[in-house]
């Protein structure tokens, strides 16, 4: 049994992306990044490791669709810009279909954005603990944050009492 352990904030931005690739997952904070410049800079963790695989289904109606399978990742924004704006921000990507479409509901009805930093047991084996692959600096000016310090201070306190 593994102790699954997850960093919750109010004050930035914090998402999920699962099925993508790490080119979508850099599109994706760029342009967040081009429309919300104050979420400041943006740590991307691979949270879950998948070769990309792509399968033709069809619908109840016949109609063909593409399923893709692929990583999942974690993006961990620096600045603090309160739970009502990372909500609106989460809404707008549930349209344009980035996200899933709970995924706002969700945290609003929680009231909080939540990561996981530690391993997870599933049916399938264990998931490694999120993996930092790349960051992204935000534009000169919005970097005043501390959203990723926060983040990977609890990753490190989480190290020494679970292993990861």
Known sequence: MHLITGYTTRRH???DLDNTTLSKALRVVKLI????PEVGSCLILQSSEKALKTSTRHSWNGWPWIKTEASNYHLVFNNHI???KCCRIAETLAVLRILQKDYEKIRTFRGDMTLRVSE???IGGVKPAPVAVCAVLGEKGYGDGEGIREYLNLRRCSRGILPL
């Open 33 to 36: 990044m081009s429309d919300w």
């Open 82 to 84: 309160g739970l009502n």
């Open 120 to 122: 997870v047991e599933t």
């Open 13 to 15: 931005l914090l998402l």
